[in-house]
């Protein structure tokens, strides 16, 4: 990672955790749609660092309202979502490895969704949905957080929808999606697939994550929620397509294959700074292979 990268990464983290603080989500969306962009990191490598920065917030959250939880809505929501995350953890295994062009685009798709999905509004029911519904939407949050992190939108939506009370429901819908990264970090862990350059990521990001976090609370922006969610979704969108344009548009790189042996230089996927001159450009890849 080159001197630039490091700052950009560490901008994106920034943005990332005051959205988050204004909007109540998009965390995820917004640092894997930023530092995809620009390909700071491999994809798997970003979503490995989203998924443990956004844990980690939730964690801190729960000390103090985790008393509040629904437990059945809970219950529900985790049946469904626990076999999605463990078919997306596998499908994003699959796509690293034989689509990455592919892999792109369906984040950039993904991240253009799930923004116009926040953007829709969620009329409350006159009666709570059944159990089926919520392990249904539980599926498809399970499946995108398997993925890309990003299972919050589909939950999102369907909370918002239920006869609950504000607290009752923000405290139940953080403790799922805690728990759906939570079931994630255990799944790329057991299948190897969280690498060293994840774990450096991670500390590396997580003081900028814990001090925002805090001025926002010390010191809370009189926005208004729904111009920042606007404002939130139209960055998304912008984003997601540019994702799309630059993974069509760049040409594929030449890289070993697979199962070639690795020199010891290419294998270090260590947090190594170096002069921004290697660097490719904000579109380019300049981070060698990922290690076996």
């Known amino acids: 990672m080159t001197a630039l990268q490091a700052g950009l990464f560490v901008l994106f983290v920034i943005a990332a955790t005051v959205a988050q603080g204004l909007t109540g989500f998009a965390f995820v969306l917004v640092l894997l ?36 939880l629904e437990p059945t809505a809970y219950r529900d929501a985790l049946v469904g979502s626990a076999p999605g995350v463990l078919a997306g953890v596998l499908l994003l295994g699959w796509l690293s490895t034989n689509v990455v062009t592919g892999l792109r685009v369906l984040l950039g798709v993904t ?14 029911l006159p009666a709570r949905s059944s159990g089926t519904s919520f392990r249904g939407f539980g599926l498809l949050s399970g499946l995108l957080g ?23 429901l923000r405290a139940t819908l953080l403790a799922a999606l805690a728990t759906i990264g939570v079931i994630r970090l255990v799944a790329v862990v057991g299948t190897g697939q969280f690498s060293l350059l994840s774990l450096q990521l991670s500390l590396f990001a997580a003081p900028f994550v814990l001090t925002v976090s805090w001025l926002l609370q010390r010191y809370p922006v009189p926005w208004e929620r729904a111009a920042v969610l606007r404002l939130v979704c139209v960055l998304l969108l912008v984003t997601g397509v540019g994702l799309v344009v630059s993974a069509l548009v760049r040409p594929p790189a030449s890289s070993p294959p697979q199962h ?29 292979p990922r290690p076996e």
């Open 260 to 288: 070639a042996q690795l020199a010891p230089a290419q294998a270090d996927c260590g947090l190594v700074i170096q002069p921004p001159a290697c660097s490719a450009g904000p579109f380019g890849s300049s981070h060698g």
């Open 146 to 168: 398997g993925l890309f992190s990003a299972g919050g939108p589909p939950l999102v939506w369907h909370f918002y929808r239920q006869p609950m009370a504000v607290e009752t």
């Open 33 to 68: 749609g930023l530092a995809g962009l620009f390909d700071i990191a491999p994809l798997p490598d970003l979503t490995n660092v989203a998924t443990t920065l956004s844990v980690m917030s939730a964690a801190a959250t729960l000390r103090v309202s985790r008393r509040l």
């Open 111 to 124: 991240v253009c969704v799930c923004a116009i999905a926040m953007l829709r509004p969620a009329n409350v």
